[in-house]
C-alpha cells in the first residue's frame, strides 16, 4: 500500500527538466522494468522474466525493485528529470498515473494494435473502464483488491450475534452489547490519521452509501450531499459514544488484540495472519461496507496499482509484445493470486476454472474476490493528497471539534473545491 506521494508543486519542478529526456539519450539493449519494493511481487516479476529472457528471440528484460527514495513516486519522478526511468513500472496508482499522464509521460495502451483483444482477453474491460484518464487509458490494471470488513466471529458469537453486520444500527446495537459485555471499543471506524488512510474508511463508505457514485466530478466535490452525510453521521456517533479510537495503530492491531469486533482489512493481511496469527485467522468472517439500510451488494473502493510504459521508451513495441505475453497468459494471473493473495484485475476469477483449486484452498480469500466486481478505484486526481487531507480534517471536526456532520463536509467541500480551482 502507499504510504507517501510526492505534493505536485514538486512534480512541476521535476517536470520542467522532462523535456528534456529523449528516447536517443538512453538506448540500451536491454529492456528496463520497475516493481513493487516487495519481495512477493519481486519473486513473481522475477520467475515471470525468466520465463520470458529464456524464449529464443525475446528481447531481454532486467527488472529491479524500484529504487529507494521516499517513495516509489519519488523514485520514478527522480528518473523521469534525470532520464534514467526504465521502459515499463508497475506499482502506480491512479492519482500518480493522472499525474504522469498530465505530464505526457505516459503511452495510451488503447493506441497500441492487440490492445482490444488483450483487454477482452484477460477479461479486464470494467477495470479498464475504471482506470480511464481523460479520455485515454494509459494503465494496465494489475490487481484489485475490494476493501472489506473482517470480523471476529468468536467475538461476535459470545454476544449472541449470528451474522457479521451490514448496517449502521447493526452496529450500534453491537456496540451497546459490546460495553454492556465489559467491552469498550467495538470497530476500527477509521483506519488511521494520514491523508491515504481515507481510502479505507471515508472512501468505501461513500461509496456504498452513494451507489457507487464519485466523491470527486469533473475536478469538484460531490461528497456533500445525503450519502456523503449519513457515512460521517456513522463515523461521528461511533467516536462520540466512544465505541471507536483515533488511536488504534497499525503496530498494535487491534482486531488481533481482541481491542475490537470489526475492522477494515485487506486479501494482503492473510499471508501475515496465516503466519503470525492463524489461530485468529480461522475466526475472521468478512463483511460488506456498511449503509443505513443495508444494501444486499454495496459498492465499494479498490486498492488497486497498475504497470505504464513510458513514452520515452525506444523500446515500445518490445516492451508492449511482452506485455501482452503476461497479461494474455492466465496462468500468470493464478500465480500473482497463490503468491500475493491480492486479487488480479479479471472479471472471471469466480467462474474460470483456472482460478478454483486457489479458490477452493482459501474460502477467505474467495469471499474476498466476490466484491471485485463492485470495487471502484479512488479519484483520478492529481490532487490526491489535498483532497483526502481535507477529508482527514473533516472527520476531526466532526470527533474532535463536535463540528456537525453537515458543517464538517460543506468545510471539506468548499476547501477541495478551491483546491481544485472550482
Known sequence: MLSKLLMPVIFTGAALFLSGCGPEEK???????WVAPNITQETFWGAVIRDWNAIPGNPKIEFTAIPVAGSSEEAIMNALASGTEPDISTNIFIGFATQLAGLGQLTDFSTLEG?????????????????????ENNVIPIYVSPIVYWWRGDLLEKLGVDRVPVTYQEVYSLSEKNVAAGGRYSMQVTAGKNWWDRWFDFVPLYYAASGNKPYLKNDRAEFNNPAGLEVLTFIQKM????????DFTAADDPLVTSDVIGA???PWDITRYREQYPDILKTIRIGPMLTAAGSAAPATMADSKGLVLFNSSDKKEEAWKFIQWVYSNPKYDVKWLELTNMPPAREDLLTNPLFSGYLNNN???KEIISYVNRATPPAATTRTIDVQRSMTQMIERTIFENRS???ALQTSADDINYTLGK
Request: glycine share 4%.
Open 264 to 266: 477494515v482489512r485487506g
Open 27 to 33: 538506448q540500451t539493449s536491454t529492456l528496463k522494468m
Open 405 to 407: 456532520p453537515a458543517q
Open 239 to 246: 467516536f462520540l459514544n466512544k465505541w471507536s479510537s483515533y
Open 115 to 135: 490492445y482490444d483483444a488483450l483487454v477482452n482477453a484477460r477479461k479486464m474491460k470494467p477495470f479498464i473502464d475504471a482506470w480511464e484518464i481523460n479520455g
Open 363 to 365: 474460502p477467505l480469500a
